[in-house]
T-cell receptor
Framework: QKEVEQNSGPLSVPEGAIASLNCTYSDRGSQSFFWYRQYSGKSPELIMFIYSNGDKEDGRFTAQLNKASQYVSLLIRDSQPSDSATYLCAVKEPGGYQKVTFGTGTKLQVIP | DAGVIQSPRHEVTEMGQEVTLRCKPISGHNSLFWYRQTMMRGLELLIYFNNNVPIDDSGMPEDRFSAKMPNASFSTLKIQPSEPRDSAVYFC????????????FGPGTRLTVL
């Protein structure tokens, strides 16, 4: 059973701080990793994806991948109250199809 | 593009009744996914299709659940008979096999089985 593990939180950070969200996965062959954001009562939406070891930056968001440790993280700089949501880590299985396994998500609360 | 369309948005039914959820994927997308989300189990993949063909239905809980994709623009998820433990939000998502692999989710159907 392929697993994607996340701390459910809630993770509370003050406005303007850095929020760090973490995810581990069990399938060493996984090659594609995604972070989705889900506001309460809404559907998930993709905010970042990463394929290679290292960091990938997009605005205030940075995804970090360490395949040797089977670890992927999302950093949110200058956190805003509008960042308050549940963040889902998703890992794509090796192969040509698009099946991904989602973690249960980490709830982030940014305190004004 | 209108995005992924799901209907109904809310469904309340009684135990034992048949429930049919509908999904229209984004035009041109060739992969379609049905997920179920609950507080306890998070987002679970039920089944996914590629080019209208079911590829993996290992997430379908039991024989009460069935899914079809008769053409590239329509899919259904049916529960018969429904049970209270089926209460959840059901999402449909679509994507392209090539490219960035992003899945685009519909707004979901909130199902309540009394």
């Amino acid at each position: 059973q392929k697993e994607v593990e996340q701390n459910s939180g809630p993770l509370s950070v003050p406005e303007g701080a850095i929020a760090s969200l973490n995810c581990t996965y069990s399938d060493r062959g996984s090659q594609s990793f995604f972070w989705y954001r889900q506001y309460s009562g809404k559907s998930p939406e993709l905010i970042m994806f990463i394929y290679s070891n290292g960091d990938k930056e997009d605005g205030r968001f940075t995804a970090q991948l360490n395949k040797a440790s089977q670890y992927v993280s999302l950093l949110i700089r200058d956190s805003q109250p509008s960042d308050s949501a549940t963040y889902l880590c998703a890992v794509k299985e090796p192969g040509g199809y698009q099946k991904v396994t989602f973690g249960t998500g980490t709830k982030l609360q940014v305190i004004p | 593009d209108a995005g992924v369309i799901q209907s109904p948005r809310h469904e309340v039914t009684e135990m034992g009744q048949e429930v049919t959820l509908r999904c229209k994927p984004i035009s041109g997308h060739n992969s379609l996914f049905w997920y179920r989300q609950t507080m306890m189990r998070g987002l679970e993949l039920l089944i996914y299709f590629n080019n209208n063909v079911p590829i993996d239905d290992s997430g379908m809980p039991e024989d009460r659940f069935s899914a079809k994709m008769p053409n590239a623009s329509f899919s259904t998820l049916k529960i018969q008979p429904s049970e209270p433990r089926d209460s959840a939000v059901y999402f449909c998502a679509s994507s392209l096999t090539t490219g960035g692999n992003e899945q685009f989710f519909g707004p979901g159907t909130r199902l309540t089985v009394l």
